[in-house]
């Protein structure tokens, strides 16, 4: 459990040091069998403690659920749909900002092409909600991260690590896209 733990608050921290998140955005769970540990709502992804941390029951509710983040029905509804055992909900500003502008994301970035391909952005159902958690987890089912238009990135994987690195590569892609359509259109940067 410690392992788990500590890894869910080096990985918090790693997406505010890199901008992935701000004070009280974003959150990040990972599956252990029946159960899962989450971070707690309003906690600060950069400077998490172990009480920020909440282990729930996947089939069955708890009254720690009003104290988990907004978003655990999505991060559950992923768990009950698809295999991946971690997830990680960030809203990198980049990717916010494209997600207006395009359906699927295509960078055109070497890495991000090989490692994410395109990456499909659903439309922005309300946060916390059961239509958001069944598009999301419908969605992963196939892929191991998408956007949600005008909200953020959901990104799952065996692994926190895993799911957090596609983020951040996601994030790089959607900056190095956003200058070259500055560029291309002929404002300076």
């Known amino acids: ?17 890199e901008g992935l998140v701000d004070a009280r955005a974003g959150n990040l769970s990972v599956r252990l069998r029946d159960r899962a540990i989450i971070t707690r709502t309003g906690s600060h992804l950069g400077n998490l403690s172990f009480e920020d941390l909440i282990e729930l029951q996947l089939y069955q509710k708890h009254t720690l659920e009003d104290r988990a983040s907004s978003e655990w029905i999505v991060h559950r509804e992923i768990y009950l749909q698809t295999s991946h055992k971690a997830v990680v909900h960030a809203h990198p500003l980049y990717t916010v900002f494209l997600s207006n502008y395009y359906s699927r994301i295509e960078p055109k970035d070497s890495e991000g092409k090989a490692i994410l391909g395109a990456v499909e952005v659903i439309p922005d159902y309300p946060s916390g909600s059961e239509e958001l958690a069944g598009a999301v987890a419908q969605g992963l089912k196939t892929s191991k991260i998408l956007v949600v238009k005008n909200h953020g990135v959901f990104s799952a994987a065996q692994t926190l690590t ?13 900056r190095y896209l956003w200058n070259i359509n500055l560029i291309e259109r002929g404002t300076t940067l």
């Open 1 to 17: 459990m410690f392992y788990y733990k500590a890894k869910l608050v080096k990985i918090g921290e790693l997406l505010y040091k």
């Open 162 to 174: 895993q799911a957090y690195s596609l983020i951040s590569v996601l994030e790089r892609s959607c």
